[in-house]
């Protein structure tokens, strides 16, 4: 069977089960229809059924075997079959023989499923004339056309059935790659807000203060400067593991506070992991130095099977965790929506007066 244009996964599914099966069940079927038919001739006729019985038989190899299903071959021989029954059978005035009949009938249908119509009809057409000239009733001409038109107006329906199918499924696709795309840039947004927040905002907010240090806001400036355009040589977004605890290291070595630092068993992590756990630390420890009034923090860094878990600890001030307006992305969109984002948890214990601790944790998997 010629191949189709190009089709989606269940159009072409459909279309292949079709040329793969039509062929087999018309060779099947037509081959016990003469088995049947050769019963019922008469005695005289014998040897011209057998002989048209193996022409049934070798045609329905033809339809089954692969190498010659669905091709030319295949069609001429289906072709050869069907005439050669129509032309041979006699015809009586109660009507005409079943046996021609149906091989026609059968044929006729079988071949509006596997071949287009610049092939199907003119074989249709050819074997109608066959079976006219062999003395065939006209009537049965209308039954015929009328069954071959279903036939193909069936066909056509599944196709178009089928490549619905694969236009919904196509759209899906489409819409689940936007949704994709969509919740990759709003994880985007919220990281670049996040990263905001914990450079640039954070030193406006302490360029708002009556008490801010001139000079201590210009270093502040100048390392946000370095983040945001990413000259702090960060680890880069892809899936190998690293070293966190070297990059925690440098975090705790480039801020001002006196920073107790503790590590056990520190395991080696996916990079975006560790991006969201040092930006994460980051933000902790700016806000130890710029909200809590200390000049001291205590870093915990402890493997936790294949996971880690990280706390940053002060004695300073404190505030209430509750209290904190939503606008204010500190806590939310730095810590808790950070480490959501790569599979991970922040919570902030703290109480005005008492301190506050930072616990970041990831578990793998």
Request: aromatic share 4%; proline share 6%; glycine share 10%.
């Amino acid at each position: 069977m010629p191949a189709p244009s190009p089709t989606g996964a269940v159009e072409a599914g459909f279309r292949l089960a079709v040329g793969r099966f039509a062929g087999p069940v018309r060779g099947v079927g037509l081959a016990v229809i003469s088995v049947f038919g050769v019963l019922a001739v008469p005695d005289d006729a014998v040897p011209l059924g057998l002989g048209l019985l193996g022409l049934a038989l070798v045609g329905a190899v033809s339809d089954g075997v692969p190498a010659t299903r669905g091709t030319l071959v295949a069609l001429a021989l289906a072709v050869a079959r069907a005439g050669a029954i129509c032309a041979t059978q006699s015809w009586t005035a109660s009507g005409p023989n079943l046996w021609a009949l149906n091989v026609l009938t059968i044929t006729a249908i079988t071949f509006q499923w596997e071949w287009p119509l610049k092939i199907a009809v003119p074989a249709t057409v050819g074997l109608l004339a066959v079976f006219l000239a062999a003395g065939g009733p006209p009537s049965t001409l209308l039954r015929v056309g009328v069954e071959c038109l279903l036939a193909r107006l069936a066909f056509l329906l599944l196709v178009r059935s089928a490549r619905g199918v694969d236009e919904l499924r196509a759209r899906q696709a489409a819409l689940e790659r936007a949704e994709v795309l969509a919740r990759e840039r709003r994880r985007r947004e919220r990281e670049y807000l996040a990263l905001l927040h914990d450079t640039a905002s954070a030193t406006f907010l302490l360029v708002g203060s009556r008490t801010a240090d001139p000079a201590e806001v210009a270093d502040f400036a100048r390392r946000d400067l370095a983040v945001l355009t990413g000259s702090t040589g960060g680890p880069g977004l892809d899936d190998r593991l690293v070293d966190v605890e070297s990059s925690l290291r440098s975090v705790v070595e480039r801020s001002p506070l006196a920073i107790d630092a503790r590590w056990e068993h520190v395991p080696l992590l996916p990079v975006p992991v560790t991006l969201a756990l040092v930006r994460a630390v980051r933000e902790a420890v700016t806000n130890v130095e710029r909200h809590a009034g200390v000049r001291a923090a205590a870093l915990g860094v402890a493997g936790s099977g294949d996971g880690l878990v990280v706390t940053v600890t002060d004695t300073g001030t404190g505030f209430d965790p509750t209290a904190v307006p939503e606008h204010r992305r500190g806590i939310r969109g730095s810590l808790v929506e950070r480490m959501a984002a790569v599979g991970g948890r922040a919570t902030v214990d703290s109480r005005p007066g008492g301190g506050t601790t930072v616990r970041l944790e990831w578990p793998r998997g």
